[in-house]
C-alpha cells in the first residue's frame, strides 16, 4: 500500500505538470480532461489517462456537500470542476492522497477542508526560477528583496535570473 495519490487539477496540467513523470498514482475528475481542451497540455494528460497512467473517478455526494458547505462559509470563486477536484480528494484523504494545485483559492479551501495539496514545482517537472531585482534606470543588478537603486534611488523591478 503506501503508494501515493495526487489528484490533478487544471492548473497543474497548465502549468506544466506531466503525468508521466511522477511516481505516484495519479486521478483527476473527467472535467478536468474538458478544460484542458485547446491546450497542448491536453494531448500529454489523455495520453497519461489512455496509458493508464492517470485515472478519471466520480466523488462521492457526501464529500460534494461537504465542500459546497465550506465554499459557501468562505466566499471563495471556485468553480463545479474545482469543488469535484477537492471532493474527490477529500474521498482519498485517508489513503494519503495528495491534490496538485496551482489555484491559490482552490489551495485555500485546501488548507480549510484538511486537505494536503502541493504545489506544481516539482523537481524534474519544471523549472524554479530564481528572481533577481534589476534598476531600470542604470541596469545595476541586485538581490531580489531590494526595492530600491543604491546608486540612483529607483524603484527596482523585478526579472528571472540568468
Ligand atoms: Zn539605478
Known amino acids: 500500500m503506501?503508494?501515493?495519490?495526487?489528484?490533478?487539477?487544471?492548473?497543474?496540467?497548465?502549468?506544466?505538470?506531466?503525468?508521466?513523470?511522477?511516481?505516484?498514482?495519479?486521478?483527476?475528475?473527467?472535467?478536468?480532461?474538458?478544460?484542458?481542451?485547446?491546450?497542448?497540455?491536453?494531448?500529454?494528460?489523455?495520453?497519461?489517462?489512455?496509458?493508464?497512467?492517470?485515472?478519471?473517478?466520480?466523488?462521492?455526494?457526501?464529500?460534494?456537500?461537504?465542500?459546497?458547505?465550506?465554499?459557501?462559509?468562505?466566499?471563495?470563486t471556485v468553480s463545479r470542476t474545482d469543488i469535484k477536484l477537492l471532493a474527490l480528494a477529500l474521498d482519498l484523504r485517508g489513503k494519503g492522497a495528495e491534490l496538485v494545485t496551482d489555484d491559490y483559492a482552490i489551495q485555500n479551501l485546501a488548507s480549510l477542508l484538511d486537505i494536503p495539496y502541493l504545489r506544481v514545482a516539482m523537481p524534474g517537472i519544471k523549472e524554479v526560477l530564481r528572481w533577481e531585482a534589476v534598476c531600470p534606470a542604470c541596469g545595476r543588478r541586485y538581490p531580489p528583496l531590494t526595492t530600491?537603486?543604491?546608486?540612483?534611488?529607483?524603484?527596482?523591478?523585478?526579472?528571472?535570473?540568468?
Open 2 to 76: 503506501a503508494r501515493r495519490t495526487l489528484v490533478l487539477d487544471t492548473s497543474a496540467v497548465i502549468a506544466g505538470f506531466v503525468p508521466g513523470l511522477a511516481n505516484a498514482e495519479q486521478i483527476t475528475v473527467s472535467e478536468v480532461l474538458e478544460e484542458a481542451r485547446d491546450l497542448c497540455s491536453k494531448l500529454e494528460l489523455e495520453t497519461a489517462v489512455l496509458a493508464g497512467k492517470v485515472k478519471v473517478a466520480e466523488p462521492s455526494e457526501n464529500s460534494l456537500a461537504e465542500v459546497r458547505a465550506k465554499v459557501k462559509d468562505t466566499g471563495d
Open 148 to 162: 530600491k537603486c543604491l546608486t540612483c534611488g529607483s524603484k527596482l523591478g523585478r526579472r528571472p535570473r540568468r
